[in-house]
């Protein structure tokens, strides 16, 4: 990886190193917080300033910023340069990192100007004066690295104007999901209460959304009548009232946890009204619907899900986690859905341990790719804020 250019600016007298977090976007505000945690762990070595988008954007505000703070290199996460800040940075010399950065963020070329044309041989055989140097056509500013998401994001910055030593592809930048806690005592009473029976879970499961996985549980049940589903609803309070109408009106046999019931071999549907046992059930239970994501908007980031080694179902309203489904579904990582049957007809496809298991490990494959950004990012941070090598390390 190339080296990246020390800033000529002196920190401020008695104060760590400080270094530049800019969210350019709202969807950056998580990873820029997890990088914000990552870098904060070297303590007294390091101070560490975040901005978002709904920050102060304007040349004045960022050059008083840039004063009082001294930061030795600015990380734009997720988004194009602010031009203010672009062009702040550029004049006191304060390198720039641009992270998870698609084609659309490269640079603009900025198109040659009319007066600019000829001002070779054609310009003085037509009798032409070139223009001053300063009104001749700028070029874009540019990041000393960039941490690109795709080859095309890397063609991008390379037409931009970058040497494509600067530009390395690591993948979307996003927080690394890990798989809910699990308590394995209570994992190993659950597994030997459900035995050998297949299970799918639907988790964050809205009201709205009741009958749809009733609907669609029935309809897998033609074809594996031991089949078990198990429902985490959002709001835990309404367990009682979801049991009852999961009986009343879709005949199925209900127990559930929140009155200190375990599924016995009679059990079709297993209501998990209790706070934070969402591992739990991931573990227990290899398919997934994404509660939300056929009505309301998914009431959870599918990552976790997916670090839990899922297979994942999914509507086609995802909320604010738009980006994260077609992630996966672009992966081969999850499946959408339109109706209950057809929930229910992936629901029997994906009992098959093989098709399951494939959609597992890609999703896996999807959701741990933003670590690689994070660790590229804080590699580059540590070699701006210590650049030369201490005695005797390797």
Do not use: K
């Amino acid at each position: 990886m190339p080296g990246t250019p020390q800033s000529n600016l002196a920190d401020a007298a008695g104060a760590p190193p400080c270094i530049w977090l800019h969210a350019a976007l709202p969807e950056a505000d998580a990873p820029a917080a997890l990088l914000a945690r990552r870098l904060a762990e070297r303590a007294g070595d390091l101070s560490v300033l975040r901005t978002g988008p709904a920050d102060p954007a304007d040349p004045a505000a960022i050059a008083d910023l840039l004063g009082r703070r001294r930061p030795r290199l600015a990380l734009i996460l997720g988004g194009a340069m602010p031009p203010g800040l672009a062009q702040a940075a550029t004049a006191r010399g304060l390198p720039l990192v641009m992270a998870g950065a698609s084609a659309a963020m490269a640079p603009a070329v900025a198109p040659a100007a009319p007066d600019a044309v000829g001002h070779g041989w054609l310009a003085r055989l037509l009798g032409r004066r070139a223009p001053p140097r300063d009104r001749l056509p700028q070029g874009p500013v540019l990041p000393a690295q960039a941490l690109v998401t795709d080859a095309d994001a890397e063609a991008a910055f390379a037409a931009a104007g970058m040497a494509r030593g600067a530009i390395t592809i690591t993948g979307p930048l996003e927080e690394p999901s890990r798989a809910p806690r699990v308590n394995e005592a209570e994992r190993a009473v659950l597994a030997r209460a459900m035995g050998t029976r297949p299970a799918w879970l639907a988790i964050g499961l809205p009201e709205a959304e009741d009958d749809l996985v009733a609907t669609a549980h029935r309809f897998a049940l033609r074809g594996a009548h031991r089949l078990l589903l198990v429902i985490v609803p959002d709001d835990p309070a309404r367990g009682a009232v979801l049991a009852a109408r999961l009986a009343d009106r879709h005949g199925l046999a209900v127990a559930r946890r929140g009155a200190e019931q375990d599924p016995d071999p009679d059990s079709e549907v297993y209501v998990a009204d209790t706070d934070g046992e969402e591992g739990l059930w991931l573990r227990l239970a290899p398919t997934v619907w994404i509660g939300g994501s056929g009505s309301v908007g998914a009431t959870s980031h599918p990552f976790a899900a997916a670090a839990a080694g899922a297979a994942i179902l999914h509507g086609s309203a995802p909320g604010r986690h738009g980006a994260a489904f077609a992630r996966l579904q672009s992966g081969g990582a999850s499946r959408e859905v339109t109706d209950a049957s057809a929930l229910g007809a992936e629901v029997s496809e994906l009992l098959a341990p093989d098709i399951a298991a494939r959609m597992a490990r890609a999703a896996w494959e999807v959701c741990s790719a933003g670590a690689e950004t994070t660790e590229r990012i804080l590699a580059i941070v540590a070699e701006a804020v210590d650049p030369v090598p201490r005695l005797g390390a390797g």
